[in-house]
């Protein structure tokens, strides 16, 4: 079983920055992927960005060039440095974690925190 703590949501004007957290808690498997995915109301759930233990990472669209992904292995803990934010970043951002090596699976999704992003 693995337990997600996330944190670093909140309000934000436009222009300005944020950092979310993701710590992962297990007793058993190592987490080998981590990611961040987000929805908005009325729109699918899209990658923002993500990274495996060998430091494989990857970003979405809308993320490359203002966002960078990050981790702490020793810690369990995924960082997500966002810069620049736009009012269509809002959104519930969620960490997603799993076993394998692999980018596109996870095994494992926190509750979300929410970004919002006004002036």
């Known amino acids: 079983q693995v337990q997600l703590v996330e944190s670093g949501g909140g309000l934000v004007q436009p222009g300005g920055s944020l950092r979310l957290s993701c710590t992962a808690s297990?007793?058993?498997?190592?987490?080998?992927?981590m990611a961040w995915y987000r929805q908005a109301p009325g729109k699918e759930r899209e990658l923002v960005a993500a990274?495996?233990?060998?430091?494989?990472?990857k970003y979405g669209d809308s993320a490359k060039g203002r966002f960078s992904i990050s981790k702490d292995n020793s810690k369990n803990t995924m960082y997500l440095q966002m810069n620049n934010l736009k009012s269509d970043d809002a959104a519930g951002y969620y960490c997603g974690v799993g076993y394998d090596e692999d980018l596109d699976k996870y095994d494992y999704w926190g509750q979300g925190t929410q970004v919002t992003v006004s002036s």
């Open positions: 297990t007793d058993r498997f190592a987490i080998n992927a």
């Open positions: 990274i495996t233990s060998g430091d494989t990472s």
